[in-house]
C-alpha cells in the first residue's frame, strides 16, 4: 500500500510570511500533483510535476519534484489570507489510481 | 463551460438506509471517479468508471457500488448504511482516465450523515 504523508497536518502563520508544505511517500511515484480545497468545494488542481528535480512556479508558489521521485514540497512566499485552505497532494504510482496525501490545512491570519 | 455538479448537496440518513448519489460530469468528460473525504482518513479513492465501464475499485466493501451512463453521468450507491459512512462524496470527471495524468475536475460534494 502506497501512502503519501503530508507535513505539517497543520500549519497558522501570519500574512506576509513564507511557508514550506511538504510530500513524502517511501514509494517512488511518477507524478505528482498539488491541489487546494476551500471550504464547501471539492480540490482544484494547482499543479502536475512528472520529472525528478522539477521546479514549478504559480505566481507566489514554487513547487518541487525531489530528484528520488519519492517526495514533493510545496513553498509559498508572502502568505496572504487568500491562501487559506486543505493543501494536498496526489500521485501516481503507476497502477492508475490517485493516492491523495493526509494534507496540510494552512491559515494565515491578516 | 458548467463545472461538475453533484446532487443532493446534503443527506442525512439512518443505519441501515441505502443512498444514491448523482454526479454530473463537464461536457466532453468520459472519466468519473468517486472520492470519500474524513477528517480521520483524508480522500480515499472510491471507484472509476470509463465509458460506462468501471476501471478502477479502491479498498471499500461491496456495500459501495456505482455505475455510468451513456452520457458519461455517474451515480454511487451505498447500502446498508454505518455510521462510519458519513463522510464528503466527491466526484471527479475528466477527458480520460486519472492515472493517464488527465486533469481531474472535482464538484463541490455531497455531504452524507448517518445517524
Known amino acids: 500500500t502506497q501512502l503519501l504523508e503530508q507535513s505539517p497536518q497543520f500549519l497558522s502563520i501570519q500574512e506576509g510570511e513564507n511557508l514550506t508544505v511538504y510530500c513524502n511517500s517511501s514509494s517512488v511515484f511518477s507524478s505528482l500533483q498539488w491541489y487546494r480545497q476551500e471550504p464547501g468545494e471539492g480540490p482544484v488542481l494547482l499543479v502536475t510535476?512528472?520529472?525528478?528535480?522539477e521546479v514549478k512556479k504559480l505566481k507566489r508558489l514554487t513547487f518541487q519534484f525531489g530528484d528520488a521521485r519519492k517526495d514533493s514540497s510545496l513553498h509559498i512566499t508572502a502568505a496572504q489570507p487568500g491562501d487559506t485552505g486543505l493543501y494536498l497532494c496526489a500521485a501516481n504510482f503507476g497502477n492508475e489510481k490517485l493516492t491523495f496525501g493526509t494534507g496540510t490545512r494552512l491559515t494565515i491570519i491578516p | 463551460k458548467a463545472g461538475v455538479t453533484q446532487t443532493p448537496r446534503y443527506l442525512i440518513k439512518t443505519r441501515g438506509q441505502q443512498v444514491t448519489l448523482s454526479c454530473s460530469p463537464i461536457?466532453?468528460?468520459?472519466?468519473v471517479s468517486w472520492y470519500q473525504q474524513t477528517p480521520g482518513q483524508g480522500l480515499q479513492f472510491l471507484f472509476e468508471?470509463?465509458?460506462?465501464?468501471?476501471?478502477n475499485k479502491g479498498n471499500f466493501p461491496g456495500r459501495f457500488s456505482g455505475r455510468q451512463f451513456s452520457n458519461s453521468r455517474s451515480e454511487m450507491n451505498v447500502s446498508t448504511l454505518e455510521l462510519g459512512d458519513s463522510a464528503l462524496y466527491l466526484c471527479a470527471s475528466s477527458l480520460g482516465l486519472a492515472g493517464e495524468r488527465y486533469t481531474q475536475y472535482f464538484g463541490p460534494g455531497t455531504r452524507l450523515t448517518v445517524l
Open positions: 510535476v512528472v520529472t525528478g528535480g
Open positions: 468508471y470509463f465509458s460506462e465501464t468501471q476501471r
Open positions: 461536457s466532453g468528460h468520459r472519466s
